[in-house]
């Protein structure tokens, strides 16, 4: 089994904790955005990341070496039976589930919240979540995002693995201290407050701030453990980018609808195709960055799409297109990227050269944008530097509509941010759009 536990301070480290998993012989896995604290024991691996619990959880996975892995926050206790439980699961490749969680001195909530969860499916960090890594690959990995990412990660495994879900008759605890301290009523209260917000499409960084608001900001490590190298990093503005490459999975009746109103749905899917297949090819030249599809769901073309970008795939999530592009970006950030270039297939003129255009003004500028001639854009870029202004980038924008990238400037300007803008792109939506392409690729 490999253990994971994202950690806030170094020197808060949850030494009871460790104690009680000491010779267990499994792999224990800390992240944390300070360095090492010298008491650490020899069991335990030590790995840094910006604060984010969903996105220093993503980096232990991935450091992670067995097939079980089991996320713990740092107050759980009395762990020995589930951790018999998960030694005698029997193993199977689409594992995932949760445990019971009890909190000494606060009634009525424990029960809910385990009753809700079994229903639901919808887990929480508390109830030590366990998964193997072939279910958390299946849904998209693990959401790296500063908050609320056991409901995310939840409802990623939910959408593709429901039928696999263990809610395990075993109980561990959790500190109660909070609780009592602001009264359980009113945290329960608050709590669905939240979840409420999220669900309704709050981005989860704007969320954190609320949640945290004298923390530091989330992909950011803590000043006071900065080390020279992440400073240089800073200075240097852009040593890991991202190109992240969004798109919808080929259903019939799902893509290209207003295309399908003249040429028909099975028209529209295949011109949906050649639009992803011939765009992925471009995107594959891209150089000096890390290549990421983004589907909107699961799908048996994935793989072979990958194998065209030559580059990884994960699923979107979140409430609208807002929600899903912060979600992309705030998970790459967590990860450690210092730019995200987003874009779509949609887009015939965004090529190897459009991509390193807006690479290079990232080395000046926060923001950049791709316009296209119907009012949208086909490309964002941001630098990590834009995080505390993701909500104003993407909650509540006319999404489909020939207001985004004028809304998009006057909500910059009004907060007097600078942004860099390329040449203007189309895309292709309707019949003209459809046959212009076809005139330029030689296809008509």
């Known amino acids: 089994i490999s253990i994971v536990i994202p950690v806030a301070l170094a020197d808060a480290w949850p030494r009871q904790l460790i104690t009680e998993l000491a010779g267990t012989n499994d792999e224990i896995i800390m992240v944390c955005p300070d360095p090492a604290p010298a008491d650490l024991p020899r069991q335990v691996s030590w790995h840094r990341a910006p604060r984010s619990r969903g996105g220093q959880i993503a980096l232990g996975i991935a450091r992670s070496q067995h097939a079980i892995i089991w996320v713990l926050h740092g107050d759980c206790r009395n762990l020995g039976a589930a951790h018999t439980y998960l030694r005698t699961l029997p193993?199977?490749?689409y594992l995932w589930g949760r445990f019971n969680v009890d909190i000494p001195g606060v009634p009525l909530v424990p029960g809910l919240m385990n009753m809700r969860s079994r229903i639901s499916k919808i887990c929480t960090g508390d109830q030590g979540m366990f998964f193997s890594r072939r279910a958390l690959e299946l849904a998209g990995g693990y959401a790296a995002q500063p908050l609320m990412e056991d409901i995310e990660t939840s409802r990623r495994l939910r959408r593709v693995?429901?039928?696999?879900f263990k809610p395990a008759a075993v109980t561990i605890e959790a500190n109660g201290e909070r609780w009592r301290k602001a009264g359980w009523w009113a945290t329960v209260i608050a709590m669905w407050g939240y979840r409420l917000r999220y669900f309704f499409g709050t981005s989860a960084e704007r969320l954190y701030g609320e949640y945290y608001p004298s923390a530091s900001r989330p992909g950011q490590f803590l000043e006071r453990a900065a080390e020279p190298a992440v400073k240089a990093r800073d200075k240097a503005r852009i040593s890991q980018g991202v190109l992240a490459v969004f798109t919808k999975v080929p259903v019939l009746?799902?893509?290209?609808?207003?295309?399908?109103?003249?040429?028909g749905a099975q028209a529209a899917l295949q011109a949906h195709c050649t639009l992803v297949s011939t765009a992925l090819k471009r995107f594959n030249t891209v150089a000096a960055l890390e290549r990421y599809l983004w589907l909107s769901g699961p799908h048996e073309v994935s793989d072979t799409w990958a194998a065209v970008l030559d580059g990884e795939v994960r699923l979107q999530s979140g409430a609208d297109l807002g929600a899903r592009m912060a979600n992309t970006v705030t998970e790459h950030f967590c990860q450690g990227a210092d730019c995200v270039v987003l874009v779509g297939c949609d887009c015939p003129g965004i090529d190897a050269d459009y991509i390193a255009a807006a690479m290079d003004a990232l080395t000046k500028v926060d923001v950049v944008f791709g316009p296209a001639e119907d009012g949208g854009y086909g490309l964002i870029g941001l630098h990590r530097q834009a995080q505390p202004i993701l909500p104003l980038l993407f909650e509540k924008m006319p999404w489909g509509t020939a207001r985004v990238i004028a809304a998009s400037r006057a909500r910059l300007q009004a907060q007097q941010h600078v942004w860099h803008e390329l040449d203007v792109i189309w895309d292709v939506d309707e019949l003209k759009d459809w046959q212009r392409?076809?005139?330029?690729?030689?296809a008509a």
């Open 91 to 93: 193993q199977t490749p």
């Open 161 to 164: 693995l429901a039928r696999y």
């Open 253 to 263: 009746g799902e893509v290209k609808t207003r295309l399908a109103a003249d040429i």
């Open 437 to 442: 392409y076809l005139a330029a690729s030689g």
